[in-house]
């Protein structure tokens, strides 16, 4: 299976302060999307990214999310002011570049812990 | 409103016999459908999708796909301890479009 990378593995945070999550998609591919799942509840469409631009984004995507391509290869989704009820997983998902181009693969997650 | 519905469990199944998950969609606009394996913590793992109406097998495997009732299956054969795991059922249009997820149904093999 493909691989998708994502950074850090863990963050803790206080409410209101800033955070920048990172994924390294599957390379060469020109779509990539956010997903967040909060404990015990089902996995969330938050944004989709399509080269360069945002192509879709949900209702939870606000004016606090947002979403970069800092260079070549890596992706970053940042809240600017964290609250209590953005504690969730948040996994980045990439499609492959075999062809199978609905096929989404997931990274490991960042579990984001606001305090 | 787009809703995936999946029956939450937990569902049990003998070790050796066959798991049956059952997913129905709302939007007559999807056309494509997945199966996700997730275990506890970890990040959803790609089973199987299906585009089709009909069965798709890979290995163990077998995805159903009933468009006219907006009904996909998931089974598992020789089920083994190490499917015990919550599937994730998912459906989006073509085109690289987002995926909406049920909640998932938690299987339990038991040995």
């Known amino acids: 299976e493909p691989e998708v990378t994502q950074t850090p593995s863990h963050q803790v945070t206080q409410m209101g302060q800033e955070v920048i999550l990172r994924c390294v998609p599957i390379?060469?591919?020109?779509?990539f999307y956010w997903y967040r799942q909060i404990l015990g509840q089902k996995v969330e469409f938050l944004v989709s990214?399509?080269?360069?631009?945002?192509?879709?984004k949900s209702e939870i995507f606000d004016d606090q999310f947002s979403v970069e391509r800092p260079d070549g290869s890596n992706f970053t989704l940042k809240i600017r002011s964290t609250k209590l009820e953005d504690s969730a997983m948040y996994f980045c998902a990439s499609p492959n570049t075999s062809g199978e181009s609905d096929t989404q693969y997931f990274g490991p997650g960042t579990r984001l812990t606001v305090l | 409103q787009k809703e995936v519905e999946q029956n939450s469990g937990p569902l049990s199944v003998p070790e050796g016999a066959i798991a049956s998950l059952n997913c129905t969609y709302s939007?007559?606009?999807?056309?494509?459908f997945f199966w996700y394996r997730q275990y506890s913590g970890k990040s959803p793992e790609l089973i199987m999708f299906i585009y089709s109406n009909g069965d798709k097998e890979d290995g163990r495997f077998t995805a159903q796909l009933n468009k006219a009732s907006q009904y996909v299956s998931l089974l598992i054969r020789d089920s083994q301890p190490s499917d015990s795991a919550t599937y994730l059922c998912?459906?989006?249009?073509?085109?690289?479009?987002?995926?909406?997820f049920g909640t998932g149904t938690r299987l339990t093999i038991i040995p």
């Open positions: 390379s060469n591919h020109l779509y």
């Open positions: 998912a459906a989006s249009n073509f085109g690289n479009e987002k995926l909406t």
């Open positions: 939007d007559r606009g999807s056309q494509s």
């Open positions: 990214f399509y080269n360069n631009e945002i192509s879709e």
